[in-house]
């Protein structure tokens, strides 16, 4: 019987990458490790995926590259290059976009905001997506200051507490949204109303499909007022696909179970039950890891989306809703669009048998440098040994992180490695670009972040970048010829 597996889906500009000794080792040998590494291509390659399905759909429409999913430059470049807009949450990444290129007319600044954040972005002229009624307030207040002349701050008025959704602190009450839309009416008004908009955490169609006609009805009552919104924003949360081979994914799953319930060897460390919990012999409950079970791409998310029929429109497919109502679609895919666009390489310091056999593989990297605090990565690392194949069978073990703190245990499942490593071989962690990277980094042992590399593939090869240099020239990340 063949050990149990979690096998990644890697790319295949990514996996050539890899295989590419030369090119990894120099990049190795430019930044040392860890070091992140993302691949501008691949998040280019996202956007076309996504932009063909709209396009299919006869959808007009805007794509918002979410810039908190990763504070890469290149990235941000790539983006651009695209032909994408940008979505902002912070003065700090408001200056990353403006430096990757992107003007006032394609940036929009989401998320909470307060004081200062709103003067910047009414200074900046960008559009804002406003998240309460004190922020909406508050801009209303800022515009009218403006000097005589200066154009209208178009807002996008987000919206929360949909029935029949799951509940999200973001956005302003459905049931106050006259509230807001009176100050829009408001004389002297300074503030254009361009759209409505809605962020949802649920990969569930029919949640987005009930949001969606909340905010249909919204429009309907914003030309009430003397208003004109255009746009539907349905903000990201489209599914990546981490698994290259759902079957294997669902067995661990079980034998994992089955290590809990005491049926099967042990597949966790130190008692970790993952969000499950035992009862009468069995684990219940659904796990912390359960999307990197997801088989359901961005594409074929967002296709189901546009097709999906909405009740209150005689059952016309939203796309053609849309259509009919002269509206674009805007969504800030940020996940969907990093999806397997970097990886995160760290290196092997030495290997320890504890005394009941476990094995423990230290690298040079800590949890937090890869992994959402909430999350455990349920993906296969790949070993990329220095010289030759590593020594004996395959071997199960844990990943044990540099810090000395118990809790830095890089994963808390067991991997089975096709033998056991050596000093200086190499991790790859698969598919990191989209806030893994990021999210939770942290600086414990004031030991800095890893750096960040771009690599591209050109005619004569990968081309390797120190990711801060990422240019905003035309073609600053040229295609695969």
């Known amino acids: 019987m063949s050990a149990p597996a979690l096998p990644a889906l890697v790319p295949p500009r990514v996996r050539a990458f890899l295989a590419d000794r030369r090119a990894l080792d120099e990049a190795v040998a430019h930044a040392g490790t860890p070091v992140h590494l993302v691949f501008p291509q691949v998040l280019a390659d996202n956007a076309d995926a996504l932009r063909t399905v709209l396009d299919r759909a006869g959808v007009r429409h805007r794509i918002c590259y979410a810039h908190k999913v990763n504070r890469s430059r290149a990235l941000a470049v ?30 929009e600044w989401t998320g909470p905001k307060g ?30 200051a403006l000097p005589p002349g200066a154009g209208p701050v178009p807002v996008l008025l987000r919206v929360g507490e949909i029935p029949g959704t799951p509940f999200s602190r973001f956005g302003i009450p459905l049931t106050r949204t006259d509230r807001a839309l009176a100050v829009f009416a408001a004389p002297g008004s300074r503030i254009e109303l361009c759209g409505v908009a809605f962020h949802l955490d649920s990969g569930a169609v029919a949640d987005r499909v009930r949001a969606a006609q909340a905010c249909l009805r919204l429009v309907e009552r914003a030309h009430t007022h003397g208003l004109a919104p255009t746009v539907l924003d349905v903000g990201g949360g489209l599914r990546q696909v981490f ?19 005491g049926r099967g060897a042990p ?65 800030e895919p940020g996940k969907a669009l990093a999806d397997h666009a970097g990886v995160t390489v ?102 800095p972040p890893p750096p960040r590399l771009a690599v591209v593939r050109t005619a004569h090869g990968f081309l390797v970048t120190p990711d801060a240099r990422a240019g905003t020239g035309r073609r600053a990340v040229p295609r695969e010829s």
Not at 128 to 141: A, H, I, T, Y
Not at 290 to 303: D, E, F, Q, R, S
Request: charge should be negative; aromatic fraction near 6%.
């Open 78 to 107: 790539a983006a651009r290059e695209a032909g994408l807009a940008v979505d902002v949450a912070s003065p700090e990444e408001l200056d990353s976009a403006r430096a990757a290129g992107f003007v006032p007319g394609e940036i």
């Open 267 to 331: 597949l966790t460390w130190a008692g970790h039950t993952f969000g499950y919990h035992v009862d009468d012999g069995a684990a219940h409950g659904t796990p912390v890891f359960h999307k990197y079970g997801n088989t359901v791409t961005a594409p074929a998310m967002l296709a189901e989306l546009l097709a999906a029929p909405l009740p209150e429109h005689d059952h016309r497919p939203l796309a053609r809703v849309l259509a009919d109502n002269l509206l674009e679609l805007w969504l």
């Open 243 to 261: 698994t290259a081979d759902a079957d294997r994914f669902d067995a661990y799953v079980r034998a994992l179970r089955d290590g809990l319930t």
């Open 346 to 447: 760290a290196a092997v310091e030495f290997c320890k048998e504890l005394g009941d056999g476990t094995i423990l593989v230290h690298v040079d990297l800590s949890r937090d440098t890869i992994t959402p605090a909430d999350q455990e990565v349920m993906m296969d690392p790949l070993l990329v040994p220095r010289a030759g194949p590593p020594p004996g069978p395959p071997v199960g073990v844990f990943l044990a992180g540099r810090s000395c703190l118990e809790r830095d245990m890089v994963t808390n499942h067991r991997v089975f490695l096709p033998g056991l490593p050596r000093p200086g071989d190499l991790i790859v962690f698969p598919n990191t670009a989209a806030y893994h990277m990021d999210l939770s980094a942290a600086s414990a042992l004031m030991r």
């Open 115 to 144: 004081e200062a954040a709103l003067r910047r972005a009414v200074l900046a002229g960008v559009t804002v997506n406003v998240d309460n009624l004190w922020e909406l307030g508050e801009l209303d207040r800022l515009a009218r």
